[in-house]
């Protein structure tokens, strides 16, 4: 029952946000009433901590997965924001960040997460010869690009603003960090 509660409250806050979601609302949709909820969770901030938590786990598991399936190292980094991206509701975190920010945190390791997989992957690129070596000195300024600085930088109102769908910003800012902007011989 505690996680069809979890996921009930997931659905709802995707599509009320944080603060507007309801207990009843929940419980309504269940078809339980709001005193069994109360057994599994003492009030709203703690179901909205085990949601964040089961959204984490959901991430790192999509995040392993990415990796392990066959494919270059480009392509598993590509798997790996482009899951990210699709599944995250961008609308929801200047929310998140504002009124739950214990819960920002959480999301933020996650993001250290894939921050570290995608320069394990990036290594493989430069150990398999297709990366400069030069670039473990940039490995920094990577970092801070990968450190949530990708996903501001495309963030719902740019990609509104620029009449570009999300996934088609979050593929633009991938394609510049893995090819750069100069035209070289062989990529496409």
């Known amino acids: 029952m505690k996680e069809r509660i979890i996921q009930a409250a997931i659905e709802e806050i995707g599509k009320y946000g944080f603060r507007k979601f309801t207990m009843e609302s929940i419980a309504e949709n269940l078809g ?11 009030n709203k901030d703690a179901l909205i901590s085990s949601a964040v938590d089961f959204h984490i786990e959901l991430e790192k598991q999509s995040t392993l997965e990415a990796v392990s ?11 790996i924001v482009s899951h990210r991206a699709h599944r995250t509701k ?3 975190i200047p929310e998140l960040q504002r009124f739950y920010p214990d819960e920002w945190k ?3 390791g996650l993001s250290a997460l894939n921050k570290e997989k995608i320069l394990d992957l990036i290594k493989e690129g430069i150990d398999e010869g297709e990366v400069h070596p030069e ?5 920094p300024i990577i970092e801070l690009l990968l450190d949530n600085r990708l996903m501001e930088a495309v963030d719902y109102e740019f990609s ?3 009449h570009i769908s999300f996934m088609q910003a ?3 800012v ?14 496409n």
């Not at 399936?69 to 798997?79: A, D, T």
């Not at 670039?135 to 490995?139: D, I, L, P």
């Not at 991938?174 to 990529?187: A, C, H, N, Q």
């Open 170 to 172: 979050v593929e633009g």
């Open 32 to 42: 339980i009433s709001k005193k069994t909820i109360y057994k599994h969770f003492k």
């Open 135 to 139: 670039m473990m000195k940039q490995f």
């Open 69 to 79: 399936l066959p494919g270059s190292w480009i392509e598993k980094i590509k798997r």
């Open 160 to 162: 509104q603003n620029n």
């Open 90 to 92: 961008y609308w929801l």
């Open 174 to 187: 991938i394609e510049i960090i893995l090819y750069g902007i100069i035209k070289r011989e062989g990529l």
């Open 106 to 108: 959480k999301i933020k």
